[in-house]
DNA sequence: CCACAAACAGACAGGCTTGACTGTTTGTTT
DNA sequence: AAACAAACAGTCAAGCCTGTCTGTTTGTGG
């Protein structure tokens, strides 16, 4: 029962936006009888936050799934082409959501930001694991921040004209720069850009 | 007067957000009567339409001021500064909030869609005249456009919780990896990442 | 001075949202 | 079985938002 209001608070973000999400509609999504949906949450706080908390484990797990299905051999590629698919989701329209609407709505800020950070953390890492990332090296961390905060603007254009094509051209060649700048030794001297054709595979499993 | 009715919705966006903009509170704002303001525009749909034309010029003006300030003999650094801080600008927030609230609401999303895309055409022409980018060259303009979508993603995350520190240093690290690839000539073969000291300078006005 | 239209002012009704409130069912403990 | 609490159902009042409506001022052409 208060799975299926936070499930449905967050299907009614992602379809009607912050604004248009009323506990009404939210009850009548969920199929729950008003009395019963002030008796879980009695204000319309309560059941927002619960959904933010509930939102930041979906997305936990989500990006964990994708992480493990991203193939054992992997290029950078893949993963840019992971994230870039998370930060188009739902999820992400839904955390967009809350995110902007938390931004002039303190006690919602107060529940959003730090869930956001620690969402946030767990990507970063995940990201520096899966390229395979030195951070002890200046500048790896910034750029693995970078790629974090690109993907973000590339699901915020993503959210009102989706331009897949345009998106994945410019990860391939995030995908290709950023090889260049992460190559612990760098055997070729020069082409830092795109070279058409193939790129080949850098790393595999173990 | 519909000047002023444009300007206090804009600052009602940054203030209250899309869905806490009524237009008593915008009349209120603005110092005009409510009978006036239904004169000018009749429904809410035809201020916040007008508004969002209005801030499109704004932001274009704004943009080339910001374009126009930087030093005439400027490194790629000076560039993502004056974007950086562009889309940290409240002129950012009221387009983000319009952004994220078209999404839901077609009329609304009929009138942004186009004059973001303008925006978004000039910004990209100005950044490569700034850079001086040779487009012609494969994957140049991804990564122009990469550049474009980084600092939008780091606008959304300084909306929430404004770390300029992790900013600045993400943007000196592109700031060198852009300079390495973009470089028309490479001279030095190797070293991808940032050198903590200086980077000289690779332009003269002119 | 008059006629007329644009600009302005404020009251009002209809609709929606939120949360309080009363009543009913279900389950658990004694 | 009785008592009690938790879960559930639905109604209601207060408040806000939007857009319509009537009335007033200002400006302009004849």
New binding site residues.
Partial sequence: ??ARLMDATIECLVEHGFG???????SERAG?????Q???F????DLVVAAVAHLTEVRGAELAAAAAAVPPAHRTRDVLRMLGDHFASPVFIAALELWVGARTDPPLLAAVAPLERKVGRETHRMTVELLGADESKPGVRELVQATLDLVRGLGLAATISDDSRRRNRILDQWAHTLDEALEPTPRRSSPPLLRTSVEQPRRSPG
Avoid at 20 to 26: C, M, N, Q, V
Avoid at 32 to 36: D, F, L, Q, T
């Fill in positions: 029962m208060r248009g999400t009323s506990t009404t509609l939210i729950v009888s008003r009395g019963a002030l008796h879980h009695p204000t319309k706080n």
